[in-house]
Nanobody
Framework: VQLVESGGGLVQPGGSLRLSCATS????????MSWYRQAPGKERERVAR????????NYADSVKGRFTISRDDAKNTVYLEMNSLKPEDTAVYYC????????WGQGTQVTVSS
Protein backbone atom coordinates (compact mmCIF):
# COMPACT_ATOMS: atom_id res chain seq x y z
CA VAL A 1 0.00 0.00 0.00
CA GLN A 2 1.31 3.41 -0.96
CA LEU A 3 -0.07 6.91 -0.55
CA VAL A 4 2.14 9.66 -1.94
CA GLU A 5 1.23 13.29 -1.37
CA SER A 6 2.50 16.12 -3.56
CA GLY A 7 1.78 19.75 -4.27
CA GLY A 8 2.83 21.33 -1.01
CA GLY A 9 5.09 24.35 -0.79
CA LEU A 10 5.40 27.96 0.23
CA VAL A 11 2.53 30.30 -0.65
CA GLN A 12 1.58 33.82 0.35
CA PRO A 13 -1.53 34.51 2.41
CA GLY A 14 -4.56 34.58 0.15
CA GLY A 15 -2.95 32.21 -2.31
CA SER A 16 -3.93 28.74 -3.46
CA LEU A 17 -2.45 25.28 -3.62
CA ARG A 18 -3.68 21.95 -4.90
CA LEU A 19 -2.52 18.85 -3.08
CA SER A 20 -2.60 15.44 -4.72
CA CYS A 21 -2.38 12.00 -3.18
CA ALA A 22 -1.57 9.19 -5.59
CA THR A 23 -2.31 5.74 -4.23
CA SER A 24 -1.65 2.11 -5.05
CA UNK A 25 -1.90 -1.31 -3.49
CA UNK A 26 -5.55 -1.29 -2.46
CA UNK A 27 -8.99 -0.90 -4.02
CA UNK A 28 -9.09 2.88 -3.99
CA UNK A 29 -12.72 3.20 -5.02
CA UNK A 30 -13.85 1.27 -1.91
CA UNK A 31 -12.12 3.53 0.57
CA UNK A 32 -13.11 6.74 2.30
CA MET A 33 -10.33 9.24 1.72
CA SER A 34 -9.38 12.07 4.03
CA TRP A 35 -6.87 14.84 4.44
CA TYR A 36 -5.41 15.54 7.87
CA ARG A 37 -2.96 18.18 8.94
CA GLN A 38 -0.65 18.73 11.87
CA ALA A 39 1.03 21.97 12.78
CA PRO A 40 3.97 22.17 15.20
CA GLY A 41 2.76 21.93 18.78
CA LYS A 42 -0.82 21.22 17.75
CA GLU A 43 -2.95 18.11 17.58
CA ARG A 44 -3.57 16.41 14.28
CA GLU A 45 -6.80 17.64 12.67
CA ARG A 46 -8.92 16.10 9.96
CA VAL A 47 -9.65 18.85 7.47
CA ALA A 48 -11.67 17.06 4.81
CA ARG A 49 -13.20 13.70 4.04
CA UNK A 50 -14.85 12.16 0.98
CA UNK A 51 -16.75 8.89 0.98
CA UNK A 52 -16.01 5.96 -1.29
CA UNK A 53 -18.80 6.90 -3.65
CA UNK A 54 -17.80 10.54 -3.62
CA UNK A 55 -21.34 11.40 -2.69
CA UNK A 56 -20.55 12.90 0.68
CA UNK A 57 -17.88 15.32 1.82
CA ASN A 58 -17.15 16.79 5.22
CA TYR A 59 -14.91 19.68 6.24
CA ALA A 60 -13.49 21.09 9.42
CA ASP A 61 -15.08 24.40 10.33
CA SER A 62 -11.69 26.05 9.97
CA VAL A 63 -11.53 25.30 6.22
CA LYS A 64 -15.19 25.31 5.12
CA GLY A 65 -15.73 27.42 2.05
CA ARG A 66 -11.99 27.55 1.29
CA PHE A 67 -10.94 23.91 0.78
CA THR A 68 -12.44 21.34 -1.57
CA ILE A 69 -11.74 17.62 -1.52
CA SER A 70 -12.30 15.52 -4.63
CA ARG A 71 -11.34 12.12 -5.97
CA ASP A 72 -10.62 10.50 -9.32
CA ASP A 73 -11.21 6.77 -9.00
CA ALA A 74 -9.81 6.17 -12.49
CA LYS A 75 -6.49 7.63 -11.35
CA ASN A 76 -6.61 6.31 -7.76
CA THR A 77 -5.96 9.86 -6.62
CA VAL A 78 -7.51 12.23 -4.12
CA TYR A 79 -7.08 16.00 -4.24
CA LEU A 80 -7.35 18.92 -1.87
CA GLU A 81 -7.90 22.31 -3.47
CA MET A 82 -6.95 25.01 -0.99
CA ASN A 83 -7.91 28.63 -1.60
CA SER A 84 -7.68 31.84 0.43
CA LEU A 85 -4.87 30.31 2.43
CA LYS A 86 -4.04 31.73 5.85
CA PRO A 87 -0.89 31.52 7.95
CA GLU A 88 -2.78 29.23 10.33
CA ASP A 89 -3.13 26.69 7.50
CA THR A 90 0.61 26.06 7.78
CA ALA A 91 1.09 22.38 8.59
CA VAL A 92 2.14 19.02 7.27
CA TYR A 93 -0.79 17.62 5.29
CA TYR A 94 -1.42 13.89 5.15
CA CYS A 95 -3.84 11.87 3.09
CA UNK A 96 -5.43 8.75 4.50
CA UNK A 97 -7.45 5.83 3.21
CA UNK A 98 -9.95 4.10 5.46
CA UNK A 99 -12.13 1.06 5.16
CA UNK A 100 -11.38 -1.58 7.76
CA UNK A 101 -7.82 -0.30 8.19
CA UNK A 102 -6.36 3.18 8.03
CA UNK A 103 -3.46 3.89 5.70
CA TRP A 104 -1.38 7.08 5.85
CA GLY A 105 0.85 8.90 3.44
CA GLN A 106 4.17 10.45 4.40
CA GLY A 107 2.89 14.01 4.33
CA THR A 108 3.62 17.20 2.42
CA GLN A 109 4.56 20.53 3.97
CA VAL A 110 2.36 23.56 3.35
CA THR A 111 3.70 26.90 4.53
CA VAL A 112 1.62 30.06 4.26
CA SER A 113 3.77 33.11 4.84
CA SER A 114 4.58 36.47 3.33
Amino acid sequence: VQLVESGGGLVQPGGSLRLSCATSGFTFSSYTMSWYRQAPGKERERVARITSTGGSTNYADSVKGRFTISRDDAKNTVYLEMNSLKPEDTAVYYCTAYRRSMYWGQGTQVTVSS
